[in-house]
C-alpha cells in the first residue's frame, strides 16, 4: 500500500468479536475499510454487524433455559467469532497479509479488546431491564433509581473507548483519572447501598456481587490502560486482555 494507514489486524478482530459480538466486529471492519477508502463497504459492516446482534439475541432467547444452561458459556463466542474470521478472511485477508508484510501499524489488540467489551455491554444492559421488570416484593423504586445511577456511571465511563482514536494522550489518560475510575468508584458505592436494601433477591444478591467484581476489574483494566497510553507501550496488553477475560466471564455468568 502506498499510503501509510493503521488497521486492525486479523486478531484484534477476533478478540474483540468474541468479547463484544458482531456488533464489535462490525465496528472494526468499518474501521478499516474507511481506512481503505471503502466507505461504502464499512457502512454495510456497520448495519451487518448491528443486525447480526440482534438475531444472536433473538436467538438466544428462543432457546430454553434447561438447554441454555448445558451449553459451554464459551461455545456460542467461539462459534461466531470463527464466523467473522472466515467473513474478515474474504474480505480483508490479503489485504491484511501484504500489510503486515510491509511492516505497516496495526492498532493494538488490547484497544480492540476494550471496543469489544464497551459493546458486550450490551449483555450486562439487558440483564439489568430483566431486573427492572422482576416481580420480587422488595424496594424496587430505590433499586431501580441505584441502577439508573449506575447505568448512566458505566456509559460515561465507556467513553473512554470512543476517544482512543480521535484524542491526545493526555486527554485520555486525563479522562480516564478524573472521569473513568471515579465513575466505576462510585458504582462499587452504588452497588453497596443496593446490596443493602431490605428483601433484595437472592438472585439479585448474587448479581450485585458479581458485577462488584466487574467494577474493580474495570478500574484495574483502566490503571493498566492509562500506562499503556501515556507511556506508549504495549508492556501492559497481555494483563489487560486477561483483566478484559474475567469481565467477559463475569458478564456470561451474569
Not at 432467547?61 to 462459534?79: C, G, R, T, V, Y
Request: proline content about 3%.
Amino acid at each position: 500500500m502506498e499510503e501509510k494507514i493503521k488497521l486492525y489486524s486479523q486478531r484484534a478482530i477476533s478478540i474483540a468479536t468474541y468479547f463484544g459480538g458482531p456488533l464489535a466486529a462490525g465496528i472494526l471492519i468499518r474501521k478499516n475499510s474507511l481506512n481503505l477508502g471503502r466507505e461504502k463497504e464499512g457502512l454495510i459492516a456497520l448495519i451487518v454487524g448491528i443486525i447480526s446482534t440482534i438475531l444472536l439475541f433473538w436467538g438466544i432467547f428462543q432457546i430454553p433455559e434447561a438447554i441454555m444452561d448445558k451449553i459451554p458459556n464459551a461455545l456460542i463466542p467461539a462459534i461466531y467469532t470463527g464466523i467473522i474470521y472466515l467473513i474478515v478472511e474474504k474480505m480483508h485477508g490479503q489485504i491484511l497479509e501484504n500489510h503486515k508484510e510491509e511492516k505497516n501499524e496495526f492498532y493494538s489488540a488490547w484497544k480492540a479488546t476494550g471496543i469489544g467489551l464497551a459493546c458486550g455491554v450490551v449483555l450486562v444492559g439487558g440483564i439489568f431491564t430483566y431486573a427492572y421488570y422482576a416481580p420480587d416484593e422488595f424496594e424496587t423504586k430505590t433499586y431501580d433509581a441505584e441502577l439508573k445511577n449506575f447505568q448512566d456511571n458505566e456509559a460515561e465511563a465507556l467513553k473512554v473507548f470512543d476517544m482512543l482514536n480521535h484524542s491526545a494522550k493526555y486527554e485520555i489518560v486525563s479522562f480516564i483519572e478524573q472521569t473513568g475510575i471515579p465513575k466505576w468508584q462510585e458504582n462499587i458505592e452504588i452497588l453497596d447501598r443496593m446490596s443493602n436494601i431490605e428483601n433484595l433477591p437472592k438472585k439479585l444478591q448474587k448479581q450485585n456481587k458479581l458485577l462488584l467484581e466487574y467494577c474493580k476489574l474495570r478500574i484495574e483494566a483502566y490503571e493498566l490502560m492509562s500506562k499503556t497510553v501515556l507511556n506508549e507501550s504495549s508492556e501492559y496488553d497481555d494483563e489487560i486482555i486477561k483483566k478484559n477475560t474475567r469481565i467477559v466471564e463475569i458478564i456470561s455468568e451474569l
